[in-house]
């Protein structure tokens, strides 16, 4: 029987943003308020962060049942990593003050290194299981060329071994915590949910022109590998390419990155049918989207996880390469197709071939659409959240039946009142104990078995 949890998602990141990160914790948060079963209470859930902004409320209704407390440690402004560490015991103290009384919630889930830190520490202080997602660990940011804090390797392992269980986005993410030092069987995977209202094959549509549009969306042109797409363009003459992501649309022109992409297009004749769109917000991708024959996602490297459900939550198929959550999202010739990264004349033919088989798009757009709805909802997503925060919950204890209890039915039978009912005979399960991997018990029976590998869940 499960009831109603009070869960405290703790976030050191600006959660009033667009990133990825943070738009992931609120819909989340509003999501686990749902409970596993329908019968049961709601859930409550409250979001802890570090305020970034002085004229931000202490406490904003993401919801009914769930919020988000701004905690002050340190300015109430954005931070980088060296700051906000230098500020973190400030928000382990503020965290620790809501904790020891009334407000101590049933399980901590972190979000993110430096949040897991402080959030790892109270919660080991108060006897509190503690869940962790990384959203990226520092091995796989380090070879998209961005520059890893020096200890964050360090930090990180020390907090997934800390853990109770640990939230991994995709398969290549769970392994790589696995490549840590983190157990496996602590390491279970959840992918990134896409909100399906927002993100839908009906709904208005930016203007475009009759050339089939490919559209790629990425947070950070250096790591979307934009120069790959533009080379594949070369051998797709009828279609056009919109770039959304950088800088915001007024900034685009005194933008070093974008002159050199601007640069390369003109050099491979390609610049008329290239459109550089800036920064897209949140609201209007799915404008974008619907204008879409295709979704290119070619990041070698951790690519944005989100980008690839958004565009199939559309009806977009995409076109990727099979790193990060890409592998674990699209399905290669069912809802898209995998090519292999930095490979632009084989990109191009493909991407030609598939826009020239209309029978075929359409198939992979209905399988994309369908599958970003079943299998990527955040009902689903939260489900799988509240199953494993429930495999570290400790277990209520169950009496064991009085002994008054276990001789009433014979005294019933003696009296005549169930005479042609023979008592069953009465068992006592084994007692049940928890462990930081999951329920075992102390009687006979097969261990829980660990799993030896990662494998999406389809």
């Known amino acids: ?46 979001v802890y962060a570090r305020r970034q902004d002085k004229d931000a409320k202490s406490r904003v209704r993401l919801g009914p049942g769930a919020s988000l407390l701004h905690l002050d440690a340190g300015p109430a402004r954005p931070l980088t990593e060296d700051e906000t560490l230098a500020y973190l015991r400030d928000f382990a103290d503020e965290l620790r003050r809501r904790w020891s009384g009334a407000g101590r919630p049933d399980i901590v889930h972190a979000h993110g290194w430096i949040g897991g830190l402080a959030a790892c520490a109270v919660a080991r202080e108060l006897d509190i299981p503690f869940a962790h997602s990384y959203h990226g660990v520092a091995a796989a940011e380090r070879r998209t060329g961005r520059e890893v804090h020096p200890h964050r390797d360090r930090l990180e392992k020390a907090i997934g071994r800390d853990a109770a269980i640990v939230l991994a986005a995709h398969v290549e993410e769970a392994n790589s915590i696995v490549r840590m030092g983190v157990p496996r069987p602590a390491v279970t995977v959840v992918p990134y949910a896409v909100d399906g209202e927002h993100f839908a094959q009906t709904g208005p549509a930016l203007p475009h022109g009759d050339r089939a549009r490919l559209v790629m969306v990425c947070d950070d042109l250096r790591s979307g590998d934009v120069p790959t797409a533009l080379r594949a363009l070369v051998h ?20 070093q990155d974008v002159h050199k992409l601007k640069l390369m297009a003109k050099e491979l004749h390609v610049a008329d049918r290239v459109i550089f769109l800036g920064r897209v917000p949140r609201k209007s991708l799915p404008r974008l989207l619907r204008t879409a024959r295709l979704a290119l996602c070619l990041a070698p490297v951790q690519p944005s996880p989100s980008v690839p459900l958004e565009a199939m939550a559309c009806g977009v198929p995409v076109v990727t390469t099979s790193a990060g959550g890409n592998a674990d999202e699209v399905l290669d010739k069912i809802t898209g197709l995998h090519v292999p990264a930095g490979r632009p004349v084989q990109i191009g033919r493909t991407i030609r071939h598939l826009l020239s088989e209309e029978t075929t798009r359409h198939g992979y757009s209905i399988a994309a659409a369908d599958r970003a709805r079943s299998r990527y909802s955040w009902e689903r997503i939260a489900a799988e959240t509240l199953r494993a925060y429930h495999k570290v919950l400790p277990v209520p204890e169950v009496p064991a039946p009085r002994e008054d209890d276990a001789a009433e039915p014979r005294r019933r039978a003696r009296r ?39 494998a999406p869940v389809g």
């Open 236 to 255: 797709v003459p009828d279609a056009e390419l919109a770039v959304a992501g950088g800088p915001d649309r007024e900034e685009l022109e005194n933008d």
């Open 416 to 454: 005549g009142g169930g005479a042609h009912a023979r008592p069953r005979p009465l068992t006592t399960a084994a007692p049940t104990r928890r462990t930081r991997h999951g329920p075992r018990t102390s009687g006979p029976g097969p261990a829980p078995c660990a799993r030896s590998s990662f």
């Open 1 to 46: 029987m499960y009831r109603p949890l009070n869960i405290a998602l703790v976030s050191a990141s600006d959660l009033d943003g667009e990133h990825l990160q943070s738009v992931h914790v609120r819909d989340l948060a509003r999501s686990l308020v749902r409970p596993l079963h329908g019968d049961a209470e709601p859930n409550h859930v409250t």
